[in-house]
């Protein structure tokens, strides 16, 4: 197994860094102050926060051991981070090494990176996979997922590995849309295709007896929004089988140790919307540098003609101008209501490293497999079916 020491121990192959790894949770507690002055000094995402990751560490993958690499200069400030945790996963018999991204899982984690400086991404990046290189005998896999696609860290990965190493694919499109700080509302919506309909909905509940709409983002008001949030999500999904987003007792605990988190450092915005005292929808938002995301929402299907969402949606946007913020990112999915809105769109992707056995080529083939298999039943049933089938499964996971 990887050892802290084998990262710590004399030089490194880049002279100028100084390459070691934190390998447990509670060494991570102590690196929030570092990490976020690194985070906001850098250009990576919002889910490469320690806000975001600890979290995970604690509630979604105990036995995802954390092997968080640390570069630092000649001064000892930290430059670079790349979040990893090692987990051993058994294939048809055979362990199998795998190092990924902490916050991969369960969470919805997008545009996942190494964070570094602003302009020593591909220095801090090739440090790293450097270190990985000299230590393959200690891994099987390597698993970046969720990538943006334009970043350094997949052309450094194949200098480092070999062009013919690394393997890429895509993963998720991300609606997003630029925003002009100071433009009147009215005229994004303009340039929307909901104006009228939004127009008309809002006109309605705003003569609604208690209606308005509440935005939460200090760390001690967060406990009855996030109730309301989950139970609006569940409701919204309940017809189909139960919700992929936020699933389970863990990812809500999560959820709730996350947001109080990135409220604490000003980067949480919860909207709820409430008619005659009751919520009735709710979005779960999130700030980072100048760009608001939409990570989650909710509603009551009973008011589902009364377009809820598509209203609370549209005061989300109101809001980001407001605030001056330069983009509305969607994250990942392609959902026809997040069309409506936006015009622009980002790819995610992957790469994957086998390390110098034979377990990583074992571990992707098995996938491959498992895939084609997949494939094969889908490409007999309809689509009515197929649907069916996930709505099943979706109901006997949220049973247990």
């Known amino acids: 197994m990887i050892r ?13 860094l100084d390459v ?7 060494q ?46 000649r001064l000892g400030t930290l430059v670079g981070l790349l979040p990893l945790g090692l987990e051993h996963r058994w294939v048809n018999g055979v362990r199998v090494r795998r190092l990924g991204f902490l916050g991969e899982t369960h969470v919805g984690s997008d ?31 390597l698993d970046l997922t969720d990538l943006r696609e334009g970043s350094v860290t997949l052309g450094v990965a194949r200098e480092v590995f070999g062009d013919t190493n690394v393997r890429k694919t895509d993963r998720y499109v991300c609606p997003y849309e630029t925003l002009v700080p100071g433009e009147p509302f009215d005229a994004f919506l303009k340039r929307t295709g909901r104006r009228d309909n939004y127009l008309r909905r809002r006109k309605w509940l705003e003569k609604q007896d208690g209606y308005r709409i509440e935005r939460t983002d200090a760390p001690g008001d967060l406990a009855g929004p996030m109730t309301d949030f989950f139970r609006l999500h569940a409701l919204r999904w309940s017809s189909d089988g139960g919700s992929q987003g936020i699933k389970g007792a863990g990812v809500e605990a999560f959820h709730r140790d996350a947001t109080q988190l990135l409220a ?16 009735v929808a709710s979005v779960y938002g999130i700030l980072h540098e100048k760009s608001f ?20 949606v549209g005061e989300t946007f109101k809001d980001a101008i407001d605030m001056g913020m330069t983009e509305y990112d969607f994250l990942r999915g392609t959902e026809s209501y997040k069309a409506d809105w936006v015009t622009k769109q980002r790819q995610t992707v992957s790469l994957r490293v086998h390390g110098a056995g034979m377990g990583g080529a074992w571990f992707t083939q098995t996938e491959e497999l498992a895939r084609k298999a997949r494939n094969a039943v889908k490409s007999v049933l309809t689509d009515e079916l197929v649907e069916k089938v996930r709505r099943l ?8």
């Open 4 to 16: 802290e020491d084998e990262l710590t121990s004399g030089p490194q192959v880049a002279p100028k």
């Open 20 to 26: 070691a790894a934190v390998g447990s949770a509670s």
């Open 28 to 73: 991570l507690s102590g690196m929030r102050a570092e990490w976020n002055a690194l985070l906001d000094a850098s250009t990576a995402g919002p889910f490469n926060a320690w806000e975001w990751l600890y979290p995970w560490c604690r509630r979604i993958s105990p036995d995802v051991r954390p092997l968080v690499l640390t570069a630092r200069d």
């Open 111 to 141: 545009y996942l990176d190494v964070v570094a400086r602003k302009g020593r991404e591909a220095e801090v990046a090739r440090a790293f996979f450097q270190v990985l290189q000299g230590l393959r005998d200690e891994w099987d896999v």
């Open 264 to 279: 604490e450092r000003g980067r949480l915005r919860m909207y709820t919307m409430k008619v005659g005292g009751q919520a």
């Open 293 to 312: 995301v939409y990570f989650q929402s909710g509603y009551d299907p009973a008011w589902r003609n009364r377009s809820v969402g598509l209203v609370l």
């Open 393 to 400: 499964r979706r109901r006997k996971a949220a049973v247990h």
